[in-house]
């Protein structure tokens, strides 16, 4: 292949290409997922991350500026004048001592990678600047997805700010928190509720953009993922470009995961760090289809000749019994990860475990993070509650450096929020008791006083 950039098959085995510009997104060999391919040895590439240190004088230039796109000699498959950027990226990674305690770790070791910093709340941005990018250079004019909520609200939002597509959403129903369907449509998205959940939208929304030529932002997508890589560059960029032992991350769609390992393995490849970190994903307990075939069922990614047919055997299983995703950090109710595949690839390259962790831990976790100043949506919560666990459990060491990513903020979802802290037994329980949740350790509830001056100087005096 003598392009300097092109789409390859994930499976070495089959070595199937496509064309840059190709949005199929499957192999046109064998169906499988693609990856963004570089021939690095004819590509322009810095001797050394501090390079990316001169992007910060230049903020003056919106690529620059970008948290993404300052780092684009490490995802170049465009050209300048077509990159799309709406300023997404400008994140902390916040060194949270508290959070760190309460994981059983060594003060100093724990940062949380704080994506809700983002234009439109979550690290969708850094996936959809990159994808947006794509489809502009590819003459696109209609962009779709299927959504737990996050999705929908970035390309909402980036056609919004562009004008440069129109935006189509799909999404299950009553599966999408309000706070994220309040940005599809304030944003003006076309907005498609159909009856079934994520797992039904996403097939659906494969299907419909096939046979309407509409381009496809879901993280099968891989231009996405190439966005997605640069949250662990800035998260190497706060740490004066130290690996950190453990990356911590909620596991759905397994979109950034795969993303995380292929940036990692890319840097080590072009000599920039000596190590890979270990990667760590969280399932919630009701959604744990990694956790079950990697950790129970002992799937490996095998060189890319993963044992496909007890996926699909899994996945009957599933069908057979009719069970379907059940847990209140909506963004990863998912049963069936389009990136199982590239998970597997990344588990295997980072030597990574999965865990999944019960609602209740889950928010238990996000409410620890709130308390630190933080603020974050459940699904965010898993990756300290999975932290959590696997310091517990010894498999990551109370003094090692970890981080963990805070993939969305709290403003996502405020009603679980209200229901955590809230001292109304009946909100409590319709919200989260209903789901199986059925106390909470750390709930800050509003005390409850009489319109009288005295009794609130009270109440306030008897809180000190
Ligand atoms: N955290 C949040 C806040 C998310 O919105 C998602 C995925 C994930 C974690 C899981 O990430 O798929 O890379 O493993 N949300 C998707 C959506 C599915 O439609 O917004 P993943």
């Not at 001169?54 to 050209?79: C, I, M, Q, T, Y």
């Not at 009957?316 to 109710?333: C, F, V, W």
Request: hydrophobic letters at 40%; glycine letters at 10%.
């Amino acid at each position: 292949m003598a392009d300097l950039l092109f789409q390859r098959c994930i499976n070495p085995a089959c070595g199937g290409t496509a064309d840059c510009a190709d949005t199929a997104f499957r192999c046109p060999r064998c169906g499988g997922l693609l990856d963004v391919a570089y021939d690095w040895n004819r590509l322009p590439v810095p001797s050394s991350l501090k390079h990316f240190e001169s992007k910060w004088a230049n903020r003056s230039n919106p690529l620059d500026f970008s948290g993404v796109w300052r780092f684009r000699e490490l995802l170049p498959f465009a050209p300048d004048d077509k990159i799309v950027t709406i300023g997404e990226g400008q994140t902390l990674c916040q060194r949270a001592d508290a959070v760190a305690a309460y994981c059983g770790m060594s003060p100093g070791r724990l940062f949380l990678q704080y994506e809700g910093m983002n234009p439109s709340g979550s690290f969708k941005d850094n996936g959809m600047s990159a994808a947006f990018t794509h489809a502009r250079m590819t003459g696109a004019t209609r962009a779709a997805c299927a959504s737990t909520g996050n999705t929908s609200a970035s390309l909402a939002a980036y056609c919004a700010a562009t004008q440069l597509m129109r935006g189509i959403i799909f999404i299950g129903s009553g599966k999408i928190s309000y706070g994220k369907l309040s940005q599809a449509l304030e944003h003006g998205a076309l907005t498609v509720q159909i009856q079934g959940d994520f797992d039904d939208a996403l097939r659906r929304v494969q299907e419909v953009s096939r046979q309407l030529g509409i381009y496809l932002v879901n993280s099968v997508n891989p231009f996405r993922l190439e966005g997605q890589k640069t949250i662990m560059f800035r998260v190497l960029e706060a740490l004066r470009w130290d690996v950190p032992d453990w990356v911590v991350v909620p596991g759905g769609n397994l979109g950034n995961v795969s993303a995380f390992a292929k940036a990692f393995f890319e840097l080590r490849e072009l000599g920039l760090i000596a190590r890979l970190p270990r990667l760590a994903v969280i399932n919630a307990e009701g959604a744990h289809t990694a956790y079950q075939l990697h950790e129970r069922l002992g799937l490996r990614w095998n060189g890319g000749a993963f044992d496909a047919a007890g996926v699909s055997g899994y996945y009957g299983e599933l069908d057979a019994t009719n069970r379907k995703p059940d847990t209140l950090a909506s963004a990863i109710e998912i049963n069936r990860p389009v990136n199982l595949p590239k998970a597997l690839r990344a588990l295997d390259c980072c030597n990574g475990v999965v865990r999944a962790v019960p609602d209740a831990e889950i928010l238990d976790a996000k409410a620890k993070v709130g308390a630190g100043g933080l603020g974050c949506e459940p699904a965010s919560g898993a990756s300290v509650a999975g932290l959590k666990r696997l310091v517990a459990e010894g498999v990551i060491d109370k003094d090692a450096t970890a981080v963990c990513i805070l993939t969305g903020h709290v403003l996502k979802d405020s009603d679980e929020t209200v229901a955590y802290h809230s001292a109304d037994p009946a909100t409590f329980e319709a919200k989260l008791g209903k789901r199986g949740v059925k106390a909470v350790s750390f709930a800050n509830r509003a005390v409850q006083v009489p319109n009288d001056l005295d009794a609130i100087v009270a109440a306030i005096q008897s809180q000190r």
